[in-house]
């Protein structure tokens, strides 16, 4: 059965940091491009990053650039989303997504598999 399992969520103070995982079982990653969304209540699913499958090209949305950043281990079939300086406005359950292709893109058609998401509250 395919699975990609988040890990590393939990509540963090403002200024604070965590670090999410999204680990594979079965199916590969570092082929793909592997993204980070995140949904709050009552929003729709937005992305947050994505690095992409050749050449570990990283994209960011504006409201997250400079201080979270992507990254993936191979030899672990893992990405990354290590979160810096987390604001209120982050809260929200993240979820890890890989895609059909190597290439970010926007939207969501272009993902396949989604894990089943992790809770970040950012509260002080």
């Known amino acids: 059965q395919v699975q990609l399992v988040e890990t590393g969520g939990g509540l963090a103070q403002p200024g604070g940091s965590l670090r999410l995982s999204c680990a594979a079982s079965?199916?590969?990653?570092?082929?793909?491009?592997v993204g980070w969304f995140r949904q709050a209540p009552g929003k729709e699913r937005e992305r947050v990053s994505c690095?992409?499958?050749?050449?570990?090209?990283?994209e960011y949305e504006d409201s997250v650039k400079g201080r979270f950043t992507i990254s993936r281990d191979n030899a672990k079939n893992t990405v990354y989303l290590q979160m810096d300086n987390l604001k209120h406005e982050d809260t929200a359950v993240y979820y890890c997504?890989?895609?059909?292709?190597?290439?970010?893109?926007?939207?969501?058609?272009?993902?396949?598999?989604w894990g089943q998401g992790t809770q970040v509250t950012v509260s002080s």
């Open positions: 997504a890989r895609a059909r292709g190597d290439l970010c893109q926007r939207g969501l058609g272009w993902l396949e598999y």
């Open positions: 690095i992409s499958g050749s050449f570990g090209a990283t």
């Open positions: 079965v199916l590969d990653l570092y082929s793909y491009a």
